[in-house]
């Protein structure tokens, strides 16, 4: 279990100044980011903040006891961002270049009162972002939209595990110099590639096998699976380590796993590359995939798939997100409670006004 995920009140007025607003306002501040970032990095950082939700969290810290929460909620896993600031996103390209934008996003911290005061406004979320991202960038001479992503992913960090937690992580880098030697156009490459068949393989049906890739950090971490075989059932014949010992929610391969039958939302993965692969989303994932709370959309191939029902018909790469749950339906039966009261309420009041 992680750690329990409650944060103490804001200590700086750049703190309060994130934590006064709610998830549909980080929703608005993606959305206006995200043509401006990278494409290496614009599914990532959306897979990101869906790996992240601050709707939960919001219901953690609020939670008399935020554990007993966790545990109706069926977290298994490291839900926790405070226990992740320097590994969560090392999926993002933008990850490299963390040590820069961790320090540029603490300094903006520590001028933001005054931004807010000289200014009248320090301006948007939004248009913050962006204002960190283009100072990193001309200092390390890179494209601004190779930033965004991660310095968005720094703010949310920012609001979810506090300031004083991300000033303590070292801000390291992840990856090894072969990794970090790759270019965006190199990686695009690699996620868009399908295995070759063979010289007869314009012949092959069922037989055609595919590259599934769960971390692009590590040329060992991938596995081959059948045409139209699901993520989950060619994870299961992956024997190279074991993965009972790194993670026990993974008892036959990379992929987390347990039911087989979009029952529990053990095998959720973001999808980096080749989404377009993978057959359209069926009623049952659409249904539990809403019901679990990790993506709500009418997409027949999303980035959040469910690994037991995601078929692949090409190579995909995918990432692993370190926790897994059951809050969406929770969240959707609170919010319709708490309509009924607010409605019950009015319709009170205006039967008071009305005797008046």
């Known amino acids: 279990m992680s750690t329990t995920a409650t944060q103490a009140p804001a200590e700086t007025p750049f703190e309060d100044f994130l934590m006064q607003h709610d998830e549909a306002w980080w929703d608005e501040a993606l959305a206006q980011l995200l043509p401006s970032i990278h494409e290496v990095d614009r599914n990532a950082t959306q897979i990101w903040f869906a790996f992240y939700p601050l709707e939960l969290l919001r219901e953690l810290e609020q939670a008399d006891d935020p554990e007993a929460l966790m545990r109706e909620l069926l977290i298994q896993g490291n839900y926790y961002l405070g226990d992740q600031i320097d590994s969560s996103h ?9 040590p820069e934008v961790k320090k540029a996003v603490e300094e903006h911290a520590d001028l933001w009162h005054g931004l807010q005061s000289s200014n009248g406004a320090a301006g948007s979320l939004a248009d913050q972002i962006k204002a960190v991202a283009r100072e990193v960038a001309e200092v390390l001479k890179v494209d601004q939209s190779l930033l965004l992503g991660i310095t968005a992913v720094a703010f949310m ?9 991300f000033r303590t992580a070292a801000g390291e880098v992840l990856l090894d110099d072969k990794h970090l030697k790759k270019s965006p156009t190199h990686i695009l490459k690699e996620r868009s590639k399908d295995d070759g068949q063979g010289l007869l393989g314009f012949l092959k049906t069922v037989d055609k096998k595919w590259t599934i890739t ?5 040329d060992a971490a991938h596995y081959k699976m059948n045409n139209l ?3 989950a059932w060619g994870a299961s014949e992956d024997h190279s380590r074991d993965w009972r010992a790194i993670d026990p929610r993974r008892p036959e391969g990379p992929i987390p796993v347990e039911c087989r039958s979009a029952a529990c939302g053990t095998c959720w993965v973001g999808v980096l590359g080749g989404a377009e692969k993978l057959a359209p989303v069926a009623a049952r994932e659409s249904t ?3 019901e679990f709370g990790y993506i709500d959309t009418a997409e027949p191939k999303p980035l959040i798939r469910l690994a037991c029902q995601a078929q692949a018909e090409g190579a995909v790469s995918i990432v692993i997100p370190p926790w897994n749950g059951f809050f969406g339906k929770y969240l959707k039966e609170k ?15 205006r039967g008071k006004i009305n005797k008046q």
Do not use: C, M, N, P
């Open 229 to 231: 075989q699901d993520l």
């Open 288 to 290: 539990r995939i809403k």
């Open 90 to 98: 090392k999926f993002l390209y933008g990850h490299r270049f963390w």
């Open 157 to 165: 960090t920012v609001r979810q595990a506090g300031l004083a937690a």
């Open 335 to 349: 919010k319709k409670a708490a309509a009924g009261v607010t409605a019950k309420d009015a319709t009170i009041l």
């Open 214 to 218: 769960f971390d692009e950090s590590d």
